[in-house]
């Protein structure tokens, strides 16, 4: 039987007390279950921890998650990621940003019958003989 005392959720050291008040107990339960199944469970994980940390990084920068960040980037300098190894994840993350924000505005391009700059000439027209 869980502890009455433990949380429901982990939370980074010094989060709000109110963090997460918007769910139901029960749910409250599914996703601190699932949080703890990923990053508290050693015997299951597949991926190293510091990967782990960074993969979660740059995740938490795309979704723009700042107590994700900040949780994530302490326990990543804990477990030794290095001032590059840290630059790095925050650079894929930039270019996967950017990525979704080309490929949102392509999709809008094509759905209004856009394109401002043709990769290809245009054909030119036929003019009559």
């Known amino acids: 039987m869980p502890d009455a005392n433990e949380p429901l959720i982990p939370t980074?050291?010094?989060?709000?007390t109110?963090?997460?008040?918007?769910?139901e107990p029960r749910m409250k339960k599914v996703y601190g279950a699932y949080y703890k199944e990923l990053y508290y469970t050693p015997e299951r994980r597949v991926l190293n921890p510091k990967i782990q940390e960074l993969i979660s990084i740059a995740a938490s920068l795309v979704a723009k998650c700042?107590?994700?960040?900040?949780?994530h980037m302490k326990k990543a300098l804990e477990l030794g990621a290095t001032k590059e190894e840290i630059s790095e994840t925050i650079c894929i993350a930039a270019a996967i940003n950017a990525a979704a924000m080309i490929d949102?505005?392509?999709?809008?391009?094509?759905r209004l019958q856009l394109n401002h700059f043709p990769s290809a000439p245009a054909a030119a027209t036929s003019g009559a003989s």
């Open 104 to 110: 949102l505005s392509d999709r809008c391009a094509e």
């Open 66 to 71: 700042e107590g994700c960040l900040d949780g």
């Open 12 to 16: 980074a050291g010094n989060a709000p």
């Open 18 to 23: 109110n963090a997460y008040s918007m769910l």
